[in-house]
């Protein structure tokens, strides 16, 4: 790779050598254990270059944390194939994102734990990442209702998709608490299931006007067909 020719690319490099020095310090120590000096040395710059940068550690976290969360939204975007049947596609989709978190431990860990405990900025830029994932479960879901006109569904309404959001980050803070990182992926089942019932679960629309069981004798099965 060639050497920046201007200040500009100089001062790109030096941040972006920053930013993937904290992700190593990060993934080795934890954020607490992070230390600016230790930052600025795996990223080869001084101390002087790291503060022309970046105020403090939390604030150079957070650009990381912005810059993951991002990338992360790109790469299940691009990894969901719509032409598999769609719950196997909101399957392929949480297997993507708990098997991202489950590769990073540390910084699972530092998002899911330190990142509420820092500054009122940082607990804001948590409270937008949930929000943005949760958009991302209502983009997802709308893209499939309209690949699959044939399945009764409903839209993910804004309030479904926080609800649904919630359950992920708690399952996602219980595998921290409990050192059990690695096991997340054993949850995509269980979270599939959850949307997949959300979207699904539709009443049809004739029910209301529909003769109550007893009435005309016509009474649904277990399996779903109707029987007299």
Request: overall charge negative.
């Amino acid at each position: 790779m060639s050497a920046p020719s201007s200040r500009d690319e100089l001062r790109a490099d030096q941040r972006r050598r920053l930013l993937d020095a904290m992700a190593t310090i990060l993934q080795r120590d934890g954020f607490h254990g992070a230390r600016i000096q230790d930052i600025a040395r795996e990223a080869k710059v001084s101390l002087r270059t790291f503060y022309a940068e970046f105020e403090t550690k939390e604030q150079c976290f957070l650009a990381l944390h912005r810059e993951l969360v991002s990338q992360m939204t790109g790469i299940v975007r691009e990894s969901l194939d719509f032409s598999k049947p769609w719950k196997d596609v909101m399957r392929q989709g949480f297997q993507v994102y708990y098997g991202a978190l489950a590769a990073y431990p540390l910084f699972t860990r530092a998002i899911s734990l330190e990142l509420a405990t820092l500054s009122e900025e940082a607990r804001q830029q948590r409270d937008e990442t949930l929000e943005d994932f949760a958009n991302l479960l209502i983009e997802l879901v709308e893209r499939g209702r309209e690949l699959h006109p044939d399945i009764p569904s409903q839209s993910l309404s804004v309030l479904m998709a926080r609800g649904l959001t919630g359950a992920v980050t708690e399952l996602v803070d219980r595998a921290v608490v409990r050192d059990e990182i690695d096991q997340l992926p054993e949850v995509v089942d269980t979270t599939t299931e959850m949307l997949w019932r959300m979207v699904t679960h539709v009443e049809p629309a004739n029910a209301a006007s529909a003769p109550k069981a007893g009435g005309s004798g016509v009474e649904p099965a277990a399996d779903g067909d109707v029987r007299r």
